[in-house]
C-alpha cells in the first residue's frame, strides 16, 4: 500500500508559477516511480510528467515541455512538479501517482501506476 497526499493547487494567473507536491508512504519511496496527471472537465486523464525511482530519468509531455519540472527527494518521501509560465488550459485537477512494480525507466499510462492521490486543483486564470 502506498499513499499519497498532494498539495501546492490554487489559482493562479496566467504567466504564474506553482508548485505542487506529493508526500508518500507507506513503502520504501525510493522503489517507486513516480508521476503526475491532469485531468479537465469533460476530458480524460492525461500524462504529465513522470520520474523513475532515484530521479535519473524523466518523461515530460510535450504540452509542458520547457515549462513543468518533475523531481524529487527521496529523503523527503516527496515528488514535486514545478510549473511555471502557466496558461489557462493548464487548468485541471493534478493527481500523483506511484507504480510500484516498474523498474526501469518510467510510463506515460495511467493503468501502469498502482496508486493514485486525491488530486489538487490548479486553476490559471487568463
Known amino acids: 500500500q502506498v499513499q499519497l497526499v498532494e498539495s501546492g493547487g490554487g489559482l493562479v494567473q496566467a504567466g504564474g508559477s506553482l508548485r505542487l507536491s506529493c508526500a508518500a508512504s507507506?513503502?520504501?519511496?525510493?522503489?517507486?516511480?513516480m508521476g503526475w496527471f491532469r485531468q479537465a472537465p469533460g476530458k480524460e486523464r492525461e500524462f504529465v510528467a513522470a520520474?523513475?525511482?532515484?530521479?535519473?530519468?524523466?518523461n515530460t509531455a510535450d504540452s509542458v515541455q520547457g515549462r513543468f519540472t518533475i523531481f524529487r527527494d527521496n529523503a523527503k518521501n516527496t515528488v514535486y512538479l514545478q510549473m511555471n509560465s502557466l496558461k489557462p488550459e493548464d487548468t485541471a485537477v493534478y493527481y500523483c501517482?506511484?507504480?510500484?512494480?516498474?523498474?526501469?525507466?518510467?510510463?506515460?499510462?495511467?493503468?501502469?501506476?498502482?496508486?493514485w492521490g486525491q488530486g489538487t486543483q490548479v486553476t490559471v486564470s487568463s
Open positions: 520520474i523513475s525511482r532515484s530521479g535519473s530519468g524523466t
Open positions: 501517482a506511484a507504480d510500484i512494480t516498474r523498474r526501469l525507466g518510467t510510463s506515460r499510462i495511467p493503468v501502469n501506476y498502482e496508486y
Open positions: 507507506g513503502r520504501t519511496f525510493s522503489s517507486v516511480t
